[in-house]
Every structure is written in structure tokens, then in C-alpha cells.
């Protein structure tokens, strides 16, 4: 299907630190890339016949990271989630940092944001129909 997003890829000062938070918190495989001629790990979210989701990658960050409470310079992916406050304090265990608290989408979800362990920025959202 065209002009849907296919890939993504995460930033990292550090990318093993980040390897092990997105894998700790999430679940994810992430696997270094032996191949190439950059530094680079493939991340599965989930199997390949798996609907719904994407599969991305990790970089080291090829220059500084925007400085606290800047404004985003890429794209924020968003998690979905079955329980918000449990990958919420999973986050927090591992690192990150609470960038927009958790918030109701009245009629539909729980949404918030969370500062990696890089300093990216990543939602949550749990859909529920009860949220207010």
C-alpha cells in the first residue's frame, strides 16, 4: 500500500542503552546489523505476519540531541498498549522520563508521552471507551 509509514528509525547516543530500553519496556528484538557500512540495529516490533505494526531501526545519533523540553525535530511513534499504567512504570524503571502526563481522549483512549533514555520522545495510548 503506498504512502503508508513502512519503517522507522530511532536515534541514540547510546544505542546499546537504547537497545536494552525499547527491549526491557517493550518487548522488541533488536539485533546488531553485521552487513553494513554503518552502525545500525534492525528492531522487529513484533512478527513479520503480525498486522497493524511496524518493524524499524537504531542509529547512533549523528549530532547533538535537541536540548530538554525542545520541540520534536522527527516523527513521534506511539505505542499502542493494553495497560497504560504498567508500560508506564515500566518506562519509568527503565530510564525514561515523563514528558507529557497521562491524559483522556474522551470516549476513545489514554494517550502520554515519555522521554527516552536518548532523549526521544515516545507516546502511549490504551484505547478505552470510558476515558474522561
Given at each position: 500500500m503506498p504512502?503508508?509509514?513502512?519503517?522507522?528509525?530511532?536515534?541514540?547516543?547510546?544505542?546499546?542503552?537504547?537497545?536494552?530500553?525499547?527491549?526491557?519496556?517493550?518487548?522488541?528484538?533488536?539485533?546488531?546489523w553485521e552487513g553494513g557500512q554503518m552502525e545500525y540495529w534492525m528492531v522487529e516490533t513484533g512478527g513479520r505476519e503480525e498486522p497493524g505494526g511496524i518493524n524499524g531501526g537504531l542509529?547512533?545519533?549523528?549530532?547533538?540531541?535537541?536540548?530538554?523540553?525542545?520541540?520534536?525535530?522527527a516523527f513521534c511513534c506511539?505505542?499502542?498498549?493494553?495497560?497504560?499504567?504498567d508500560v508506564a512504570a515500566k518506562i519509568l524503571a527503565h530510564g525514561g522520563t515523563v514528558a507529557m502526563p497521562k491524559f483522556a481522549l474522551t470516549g476513545m483512549a489514554w494517550q502520554g508521552y515519555f522521554i527516552d533514555t536518548e532523549g526521544n520522545t515516545i507516546g502511549l495510548h490504551q484505547a478505552d471507551v470510558n476515558a474522561k
Open positions: 504512502n503508508r509509514v513502512a519503517h522507522f528509525e530511532i536515534h541514540a547516543d547510546n544505542p546499546e542503552r537504547a537497545a536494552a530500553f525499547y527491549t526491557d519496556v517493550f518487548g522488541w528484538k533488536i539485533t546488531k542509529v547512533r545519533r549523528p549530532c547533538p540531541a535537541p536540548a530538554a523540553a525542545q520541540g520534536l525535530n506511539t505505542m499502542v498498549v493494553d495497560n497504560y499504567d
